[in-house]
Structures are given as structure tokens and as C-alpha cells.
């Protein structure tokens, strides 16, 4: 299973993806450790935790994004989003959340997708005000957001 856009390709991050891609250079965060072994014991969870996303010039990992969890009984998930550094303000992160969410909504699992960031994070604003997000609330210096399909 693998996403491609005009300039990314998104991969399920598994242990055989980090070896492909070289993990080597890209720092994982705890909730790739954490995804990983929730993959161990319930393979159903590929797919709607972590994908890797790798510049398809360089075929390095330049970020990670997905789902929080598996769509709940109102078929509604979570997302969330992280580009390198040297690799933001390029327009990746909104590449290659559109691939994702146009993934997730086509499973016929997903109607309602969710995001959420604080509110001075202007460029995570930017993103999900291009991907035609609703800001649905704000509470303690977080915004919430909505995409219904």
C-alpha cells in the first residue's frame, strides 16, 4: 500500500519501511515507536497510524503524518502532521495531507476528519486552511478543526 503524489510517496510506516527509506537520517518521535508496536499485535491498524513521507527526488523521509486510531463508530479520525524543518514552507505537509485524506474518505470508513494545533502555529493554520478545513472551536490556546466529506 503506498500514496503517490506529483512530488512525495507516502508509504505505511513499518519496520521494513523505515529499513527501504533509511530511517537512519529522520528522528522518530515516540508515537512512531508507539504505532509500530500497536502494529505487532493488530495488523487492522495499518494503514491508519503513521505514513512516512518521502521526497520521491531524493527518496528520502522528509516527515510523517496520519491518523491518531482506526475510524470510530461515527467514522470519524483524527489527523496529524509533521514536516522536517529544512523541508517546511514547500507545501508538502498539504500535498501530502490531501493524498491522505482523499485515501481515508475513498475507504468509505471516513466521513468526518479532524485536526487540531495551537493557535499560534501559523503554518499548520495555513495547511489546514488549505485542505478547506473548519475551524470548529478554540479552547486554551487550541483550534480546533473539521473536513466532512
Given at each position: 500500500?503506498?500514496?503517490?503524489?506529483?512530488?512525495?510517496?507516502?508509504?505505511?510506516?513499518?519496520?521494513?519501511?523505515?529499513?527501504?527509506?533509511?530511517?537512519?537520517?529522520?528522528?522518530?518521535?515516540?508515537?512512531?515507536?508507539?504505532?509500530?508496536?500497536?502494529?505487532?499485535?493488530?495488523e487492522s491498524v495499518l494503514g491508519w497510524g503513521v505514513?512516512?513521507?518521502i521526497d520521491k527526488q531524493t527518496n528520502k523521509i522528509?516527515?510523517?503524518?496520519?491518523?491518531?486510531?482506526?475510524?470510530?463508530?461515527?467514522?470519524?479520525?483524527?489527523?496529524?502532521?509533521?514536516?522536517?524543518?529544512?523541508?517546511?514552507?514547500?507545501?508538502?505537509?498539504?500535498?501530502?495531507?490531501?493524498?491522505?485524506?482523499?485515501?481515508?474518505?475513498?475507504?468509505n470508513l471516513v466521513h468526518i476528519i479532524t485536526a487540531?494545533?495551537?493557535?499560534?502555529?501559523?503554518?499548520?493554520?495555513?495547511?489546514?486552511?488549505?485542505?478547506?478545513?473548519?475551524?470548529?472551536?478554540?479552547?486554551?490556546?487550541?483550534?480546533?478543526?473539521?473536513?466532512?466529506?
Amino acid at each position: 500500500m503506498k500514496l503517490e503524489t506529483e512530488r512525495l510517496l507516502l508509504a505505511p510506516c513499518t519496520e521494513e519501511a523505515l529499513v527501504k527509506y533509511s530511517a537512519k537520517q529522520y528522528k522518530l518521535g515516540p508515537h512512531i515507536e508507539n504505532y509500530l508496536e500497536e502494529l505487532k499485535h493488530d495488523e487492522s491498524v495499518l494503514g491508519w497510524g503513521v505514513w512516512l513521507v518521502i521526497d520521491k527526488q531524493t527518496n528520502k523521509i522528509i516527515g510523517d503524518l496520519g491518523f491518531k486510531e482506526k475510524p470510530d463508530k461515527n467514522k470519524t479520525v483524527e489527523i496529524g502532521y509533521g514536516i522536517t524543518p529544512a523541508q517546511q514552507n514547500k507545501g508538502y505537509a498539504t500535498e501530502a495531507l490531501k493524498a491522505i485524506i482523499n485515501w481515508a474518505f475513498d475507504s468509505n470508513l471516513v466521513h468526518i476528519i479532524t485536526a487540531e494545533c495551537l493557535e499560534e502555529n501559523a503554518s499548520s493554520i495555513r495547511v489546514l486552511e488549505k485542505l478547506r478545513m473548519e475551524k470548529v472551536r478554540a479552547d486554551h490556546q487550541m483550534l480546533y478543526w473539521q473536513l466532512t466529506k
